[in-house]
């Protein structure tokens, strides 16, 4: 007598199960892994951000000045090595348009913002508003110098690159800011690239 074996396999059904239950995982596990990853590059930001004010501090006692350079491309060589002037966020989610933009600028470009403080008093005084000056003056050694809000928005790669800003925003997503005294902290407060002037920013963030 010959027996046939018996042959065990998923259903259909069984296999709808198990996908809806990884989809519902993944759906929960998402944000949470999503928030961590931006944390982990915000850290790594605050690393380059460091390093940024180790820099222009040499350049301050090699000029003889308070005031910092307007561009930190104006760093390098000398002070500071090219890798750390692109935040790692944006290397990692916009690494085309970093590339094409760092072909244009002939890899001097920055993704961190810098408060011009000369630039920003000229412009202040034309029209007659708040200059960075008043700003050093009020905030002290607190004053903002140079900072990087890419991870809440994509504010200097939407200003070099044709993209859609909005779908890179995270709100909730911290400000990495180096202070005039040297040290980088977080900050929730400050405005939107687009939607924020820089005086608002250097006097809250």
Same mark, same amino acid.
């Given at each position: 007598?010959?027996?046939?074996?018996?042959?065990?396999?998923?259903?259909?059904?069984?296999?709808?199960?198990?996908?809806?239950?990884?989809?519902?995982?993944?759906?929960?596990?998402?944000?949470?892994?999503?928030?961590?990853?931006?944390?982990?590059?915000?850290?790594?930001?605050?690393?380059?951000?460091?390093?940024?004010?180790?820099?222009?501090?040499?350049?301050?006692?090699?000029?003889?000045?308070?005031?910092?350079?307007?561009?930190?491309?104006?760093?390098?060589?000398?002070?500071?090595?090219?890798?750390?002037?692109?935040?790692?966020?944006?290397?990692? !989610?916009?690494? $085309? +348009?970093?590339? =094409?933009?760092?072909?244009?600028?002939? @890899?001097?470009?920055?993704?961190?913002?810098?408060? %011009?403080?000369?630039?920003?008093?000229?412009?202040?005084?034309?029209?007659?508003?708040?200059?960075?000056?008043?700003?050093?003056?009020?905030?002290?050694?607190?004053?903002?110098? !140079?900072?990087? $809000? +890419?991870?809440? =928005?994509?504010?200097?790669?939407?200003? @070099?690159?044709?993209?859609?800003?909005?779908?890179? %925003?995270?709100?909730?997503?911290?400000?990495?800011?180096?202070?005039?005294?040297?040290?980088?902290?977080?900050?929730?407060?400050?405005?939107?690239?687009?939607?924020?002037?820089?005086?608002?920013?250097?006097?809250?963030?």
């Amino acid at each position: 007598m010959t027996f046939m074996k018996k042959i065990h396999g998923f259903t259909l059904l069984e296999m709808m199960v198990v996908l809806s239950i990884v989809a519902t995982l993944s759906a929960l596990l998402y944000p949470t892994i999503s928030h961590t990853l931006r944390r982990v590059y915000a850290t790594s930001c605050q690393s380059n951000l460091r390093q940024i004010g180790q820099a222009i501090k040499m350049y301050q006692a090699d000029y003889q000045t308070e005031d910092w350079p307007c561009r930190t491309s104006s760093l390098i060589p000398q002070y500071a090595s090219q890798e750390i002037m692109v935040c790692p966020w944006v290397a990692r !989610v916009a690494s $085309r +348009e970093v590339n =094409d933009i760092q072909k244009e600028w002939r @890899n001097t470009w920055s993704s961190y913002f810098v408060f %011009c403080w000369k630039g920003l008093d000229e412009l202040a005084l034309k029209r007659g508003e708040t200059t960075f000056t008043e700003v050093v003056e009020q905030r002290g050694e607190r004053t903002p110098m !140079v900072i990087c $809000r +890419e991870h809440r =928005d994509p504010f200097l790669v939407a200003a @070099n690159h044709p993209m859609q800003p909005m779908a890179w %925003c995270f709100p909730e997503a911290p400000v990495v800011v180096l202070r005039k005294d040297g040290s980088v902290d977080l900050s929730m407060r400050g405005g939107l690239g687009y939607y924020s002037s820089t005086i608002r920013d250097a006097l809250e963030l």
